[in-house]
């Protein structure tokens, strides 16, 4: 294979690793139709942090912010921040996340659909909630959207509200529809896929200013190696990793748990392009939940997909 372009059309996924597939198509300006993998800042909402924040939010336990009883379309989010170059990824960098209910409704009283969480030791989030739902602002409807904070550590905190592609409501908020200057939505508008378990997956990534470590640049894989297929996801006994070389080099692939800690290395050696596989199959015991598999070229993270272990 001499290079990504050959590798991608000899094995039809030429839209994988740049753009997840779509539930739902769209016309006009949005993040698809835009170069996802370019670093640019992550920029502020129009409407800043509305008239529903509610101070010292809770902390977001093993990554639920609903329970069982919780009315709606379960909805993962999960992403990376990311310093201003995305040459490195930020720990420790706080995300306060809150939102509507299905009904369009916030919890003014209490903190149901609100808390914080953390970046782990490599940079990763994760939450699971529901799709928010609308409610009138004016004569219009605000599209669904889910509210941020974002501090990393000793850098200033962010404020911004993330969108869904696909919402008929975008095109006429005064917020969502901005394509340009320092309000544009058009890259906190994410595309959602529906898992095996009937739940709708999201990945918003963060562009801020912090003091990031490691090495992880969000457009390396283009021409040095992605992963393109894990299945089953979710898995029990075993997984199998799908990914692509697209030049001579280390290649490494890790598996970190939620905290960020390398639970299995499944490859570590040089390797030329070409297509390979490789398969998980956890040490006994390994607690159940989501994992973040990555692939390494010469010793950077390139790429990386998620997994849920049941």
């Known amino acids: 294979m001499k290079n990504r372009r050959d590798f991608l059309k000899n094995t039809a996924l030429s839209a994988l690793g740049v753009a997840v597939i779509k539930r739902e198509t769209t016309t006009g300006n949005s993040a698809s139709q835009k170069d996802l993998l370019a670093c640019e800042q992550t920029t502020l909402d129009y409407f800043g942090e509305g008239p529903f924040y509610t101070d010292q939010p809770p902390l ?38 809150w939102h509507a209910n299905s009904a369009g409704q916030y919890d003014n009283v209490g903190y149901k659909l609100r808390g914080y969480t953390k970046t782990n030791a490599q940079g990763f989030y994760l939450f699971e909630t529901i799709l928010p739902g609308k409610y009138l602002n004016g004569s219009q409807f605000r599209p669904s ?28 908020d005064r917020a969502a529809s901005i394509t340009s200057g320092q309000f544009d939505a058009s890259n906190r508008i994410i595309s959602l896929t529906e898992n095996t378990d009937g739940k709708l997956e999201g990945q918003f990534d963060i562009v801020v200013e912090g003091a990031g470590i490691g090495v992880a640049t969000r457009d390396l894989h283009l021409n040095t190696g992605m992963i393109y297929a894990i299945n089953p996801n979710p898995m029990q006994d075993s997984l199998l990793i799908k990914y692509g070389v697209f030049k001579k080099a280390k290649v490494g692939i890790v598996v970190y748990d939620m905290e960020g800690r390398s639970v299995a290395t499944l490859q570590d050696r040089v390797m030329t392009p070409e297509k390979y596989e490789v398969t998980w199959q956890p040490e006994t015991g390994l607690s159940n939940g989501h994992y973040f598999v990555a692939i390494k070229i010469n010793d950077l993270q390139v790429h990386y997909q998620k997994v849920l272990k049941n």
Request: glycine share 4%; hydrophobic share 40%; with cysteine.
């Open 145 to 172: 959207h889910i509210h941020f904070k974002i501090k990393p550590p000793e850098f200033p905190l962010i404020t911004t509200q993330l969108y869904f592609e696909g919402d008929a409501s975008i095109a006429n």
């Open 60 to 97: 977001i336990e093993n990554n639920l912010m609903v329970d069982d009883t919780e009315v709606g379309q379960r909805l993962i989010v999960s992403g990376r921040v990311f310093n201003l170059d995305c040459s490195q990824y930020i720990p420790n960098t706080i995300v306060d996340i």
